[in-house]
């Protein structure tokens, strides 16, 4: 989960730079271009909470527990709903898309609390 949590982190550190340069004047709409900001704020949280996970599952007290592994693809799962749909909508103006981010953000939720419950 460290390797995965890095791997994210580099994602979403490359995807704020793309979204504040490459994409800057090119958002469906201007006020896309916080969406997508938060998006990759969003996603640089979670994959901090990822490699979190993996530091505490690789813990000689606690060890890699179910609620920890779990936790590790809720955060994982929300960063491609609710991320990945705000990246979506930023670019596109699909405003439909809208629905998917909710979902993302209950992910994120459970993740949190899988982490609660795992490191207790």
């Known amino acids: 989960m460290i390797g995965i949590g890095a791997i994210l982190g580099f994602l979403a550190v490359a995807l704020g730079a793309f979204g504040a340069h490459a994409l800057k004047g090119k958002f469906a709409e201007e006020r896309y271009e916080k969406t997508w900001e938060t998006g990759t704020q969003y996603h640089m949280y979670h994959a901090l909470a990822l490699v979190a996970v993996g ?55 459970a993740g949190w609390v899988l982490l609660v419950i795992g490191s207790i």
């Open 55 to 109: 530091i505490l599952s690789n813990d000689a007290l606690l060890g890699a527990s179910t609620e920890l592994s779990w936790a590790a693809y809720c955060f994982i799962a929300g960063i491609v709903f609710f991320s990945g749909s705000l990246y979506v909508l930023s670019v596109t103006g699909i405003k439909k898309l809208g629905a998917i981010t909710p979902i993302g953000g209950v992910f994120f939720l």
